[in-house]
């Protein structure tokens, strides 16, 4: 399988690296362009990948194209490569907050196989949660093919594309709040006389753990976080003071903000 993508930032470099990691396609099986021709060069000498002269060229050459590109310029690609695209392309859009609707009313051709994905930056380390919504013309193996790579980064699923934005709010923009939670975990450790060093990697590893539990488990977080509050003891007494404080309000309110702006874009 022949895999383009549009754009050489961070995330695109994620999915190219899973794809070979997992042997979906070898690397003279992609092809990578980009604005920026720096980004270009460095991913093609790291991964020994093909440098695209034009993002037209690249459309016109592979099975799967990505596109990887910020929503302000999308569909200024979308112009430059809608007369090079073959019928038979998938083409796999992580764009934030482009519809399908959107999207395919833009390349002006109804049998358009396109699969909306809502990946999040753990993919780096192999460890993102991706959320995939094909349309109608993509084929079960063609969506098999993209589950395959994105399963590669961590985790995926299918799901219907009203949700998007709701996972953009849950799993898309998440990371930052575990880094400001992580963060402020260390902060208090530090002033409790841990070196700074050290605090974050017990906070991350905790966060870490904590997150596997719910995952492997199959219990509700509740009841996890029941099982560490013994009675009068240290960690009820924290939990009382984030219910003071609002924490779970606080949380609440910020991914609803975050929707409602993913809803607005």
């Known amino acids: 399988m022949r895999i383009g993508f549009i754009g050489a930032g961070n995330m695109g470099g994620a999915i190219i690296r899973g794809i070979l990691d997992n042997n979906i396609a070898e690397p003279a099986d992609i092809i990578v362009t980009d604005a920026d021709q720096k980004k270009v060069t460095e991913l093609a000498d790291r991964y020994n990948i093909k440098q695209g002269l034009?993002?037209?060229?690249?459309?016109?050459?592979?099975?799967?194209?990505?596109?990887?590109?910020?929503?302000?310029?999308?569909?200024?690609?979308?112009?430059?490569?809608?007369?090079?695209?073959?019928?038979?392309?998938?083409?796999?859009?992580?764009?934030?907050?482009?519809?399908?609707?959107?999207?395919?009313?833009?390349?002006?051709?109804?049998?358009?196989?396109?699969?909306?994905?809502?990946?999040?930056t753990p993919a780096l380390v192999g460890e993102g949660m991706a959320a995939v919504a094909p349309n109608a013309n993509v084929t079960s193996e063609q969506i098999d093919e993209v589950m395959a790579i994105f399963n590669g980064l961590g985790r995926a699923d299918i799901i219907s594309e009203h949700l998007m934005d709701a996972v953009t709010g849950v799993s898309g923009s998440s990371p930052a709040y575990v880094f400001m939670l992580i963060e402020a975990m260390g902060d208090a450790a530090v002033q409790g006389g841990m070196p700074?060093?050290?605090?974050?990697?017990?906070?991350?590893?905790?966060?870490?753990?904590?997150?596997?539990?719910?995952?492997?488990?199959?219990?509700?977080?509740?009841?996890?976080?029941?099982?560490?509050?013994?009675?009068?003891?240290?960690?009820?007494?924290?939990?009382?003071?984030?219910?003071?404080?609002?924490?779970?309000?606080?949380?609440?309110?910020?991914?609803?903000?975050?929707?409602?702006?993913s809803r607005r874009m």
Do not use: W
């Open 196 to 261: 700074r060093d050290k605090a974050y990697i017990f906070a991350a590893q905790a966060v870490l753990g904590s997150a596997k539990m719910v995952l492997e488990s199959g219990m509700h977080p509740a009841e996890l976080k029941d099982m560490v509050c013994s009675p009068s003891g240290t960690t009820i007494e924290a939990v009382s003071v984030l219910e003071q404080e609002g924490m779970r309000g606080a949380v609440v309110k910020a991914v609803k903000a975050c929707i409602d702006k």
């Open 54 to 120: 034009a993002n037209e060229t690249v459309a016109a050459a592979v099975d799967m194209l990505f596109l990887c590109v910020k929503p302000q310029v999308v569909y200024q690609v979308i112009d430059e490569i809608m007369s090079s695209l073959r019928d038979e392309t998938v083409v796999v859009s992580i764009v934030a907050g482009q519809s399908i609707e959107r999207l395919t009313d833009a390349f002006d051709m109804d049998t358009i196989k396109l699969v909306r994905v809502m990946p999040n």
